[in-house]
């Protein structure tokens, strides 16, 4: 069993849908064993985004990640990591296969509803920048 890391997005949270991309999530076998309801700071952002400063659109993203509550999870369960980007489904919505998080309720490539780790070990990192070994039960 493994686990990685997600970020219900702010414009899934401002259309008030935590719920339905929990329940997404469960119904595809992931656990949900740590979650928090948090107001991004722009620091925070920066950091967590820091892969991709040198992209046009990371000003954009920064803007976007801090403006309004997201939840950060982590979840749990077989190859989470690869489990859980299928479950998410294509960066732009226009391509995610019908069924995912981002077919069901991304706006755009850039207001896509969550985030998920690309490897275990991005997943690692990015659980430590929100979660203590407590948290997570
Ligand atoms: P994430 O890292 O959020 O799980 P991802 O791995 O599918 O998504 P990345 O290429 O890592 O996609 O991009 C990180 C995030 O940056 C995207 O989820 C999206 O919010 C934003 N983004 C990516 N491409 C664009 C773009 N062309 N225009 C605006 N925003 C973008
Ligand atoms: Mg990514």
Known sequence: TERTFSIIKPDATRRNLTGKVNAVIEDAGLRIVAQRRIQMTEDQAKKFYEVHAERPFYGELVEFMTSAPVVVQVLEGE???????????????????????????????????????????????????????????
């Open 79 to 137: 190859n989470a990591v690869a489990r859980y980007r299928e479950v998410m489904g294509a960066t732009n919505p226009k391509d995610a296969a019908p069924g995912t998080i981002r077919a069901l309720y991304a706006e755009n490539v850039g207001e896509n509803s969550v985030h998920g780790s690309d490897s275990q070990e991005n997943a690692r990192l990015e659980i430590a920048q929100f979660f203590t070994d407590a948290d997570i039960v």
